[in-house]
Nanobody, 124 residues
């Protein structure tokens, strides 16, 4: 079992930055691929990016590549999403999720554990 709690969301102007954190409970955190997803009003939840067990591999959606960075600290059971050069279209509820997988996958159904989400609003 893994419980996930996101934090760090808020309101930011376009071009600004935010860092989201996702704190996980459970002693097996380092056995899970971690993903970040987002869901804007009226839209489906979409994959933002993911990170491997060790943190050595990351994979990003094209829409955020070069602007967002995912990192994890297994000693702290925490995964981070650093978001730079934010755009109004990045406005969404952001979720972290954990998957019992050896590779990073973008499909939501691959992830068995989800946080409650944190709102990110980017003003123009």
């Amino acid at each position: 079992q893994v419980q996930l709690v996101e934090s760090g969301g808020g309101l930011v102007q376009a071009g600004g930055s935010l860092r989201l954190s996702c704190a996980a409970s459970g002693r097996t955190f380092n056995r899970y691929v971690m993903g970040w997803f987002r869901q804007a009003p009226g839209k489906e939840r979409e994959f933002v990016g993911g990170i491997s067990w060790s943190g050595g591999n990351t994979y990003y959606a094209d829409s955020v590549k070069g602007r967002f960075t995912i990192a994890r600290d297994n000693a702290k059971n925490t995964v981070y999403l650093q978001m730079n050069s934010l755009k109004p279209e990045d406005t969404a509820v952001y979720y972290c999720a954990a998957a019992s997988s050896s590779i990073i996958l973008p499909e939501t159904y691959r992830y068995g554990y989800w946080g409650q989400g944190t709102q990110v609003t980017v003003s123009s």
